[in-house]
């Protein structure tokens, strides 16, 4: 069954950029869509963007200028960054698989604080 | 954006007991091709979600069947018939026919 495993700095300082990588296993990267979704402390899911292995890209307009979402398929991960952040970017940041359109298997899920 | 509405935020159930959860949703959800692209997940305490229903009312792999979804168009229900002490968590419904996809607000599930 695939697994996901979120990685990156736990701590990140305002107006720098946040980096998080997504290894995937048990399964290939090369085929569904791959997505990143975070959840700010004792709030609801916000779903950032999806990625497909061909590297094709979409966005939630309200993170668009700031998000980029790549994939590098010779190590099955895809990773975030995400720029200019602010103390509302705090949040668990979690990769999922987006298989037709539902998000089945989901990485535990890491924790990104903005702080200086 | 499509917005999803969850009623109630929160429930406290006793064991054994059903419960019932409602999502509303500011467009349809129906797509041309027959599809209603309505998903629930539960998020346990410390845990990522994990998908319940797709699609409406159909579970998925392994999901017991005290957990029933139903609905269409822009009104859903996610129904337990006897919640068990696994069951607490956060509940929230969640549309795919439009991008950005968007999550209801939660339904906080107490015993």
């Known amino acids: 069954q695939v697994q996901l495993q979120e990685s990156g700095p736990g701590l990140v300082k305002p107006s720098e950029t946040l980096s998080l990588t997504c290894t995937v296993s048990?399964?290939?990267?090369?085929?569904?869509?791959w997505s990143w979704i975070r959840q700010p402390p004792g709030k609801g899911l916000e779903w950032i963007g999806y990625?497909?292995?061909?590297?094709?890209?979409n966005y939630n307009p309200s993170l668009k200028s700031r998000v980029t979402i790549s994939v590098d398929t010779s190590k099955n991960q895809f990773s975030l960054k995400l720029s200019s952040v602010t103390a509302a970017d705090t949040a668990v940041y979690y990769c999922?698989?987006?298989?037709?359109?539902?998000?089945?298997?989901w990485g535990q899920g890491t924790l990104v604080t903005v702080s200086s | 954006d499509i917005v999803m509405t969850q009623t109630p935020l929160s429930l406290s159930v006793t064991p054994g007991q059903p419960a019932s959860i409602s999502c509303k949703s500011s467009?349809?959800?129906?797509?041309?091709?027959?599809?209603?692209?309505l998903y629930w997940y539960l998020q346990k305490p410390g845990q990522p979600p994990q998908l319940l229903i797709y699609?409406?009312?159909n579970r998925f792999s392994g999901v017991p069947d005290r957990f029933s979804g139903s609905g269409s168009g822009t009104d859903f229900t996610l129904k337990i018939s006897r919640v068990e002490a696994e069951d607490v968590g956060v509940y929230y419904c969640?549309?795919?026919?439009?991008?950005?996809?968007?999550f209801g607000g939660g339904t906080k599930v107490e015993i």
């Open positions: 999922a698989r987006l298989a037709d359109y539902e998000f089945d298997f």
């Open positions: 048990g399964g290939s990267i090369n085929s569904d869509y």
């Open positions: 990625i497909y292995y061909s590297g094709s890209t």
């Open positions: 467009q349809s959800l129906l797509h041309s091709v027959g599809k209603t692209y």
């Open positions: 699609e409406v009312s």
């Open positions: 969640m549309q795919s026919i439009h991008l950005p996809l968007t």
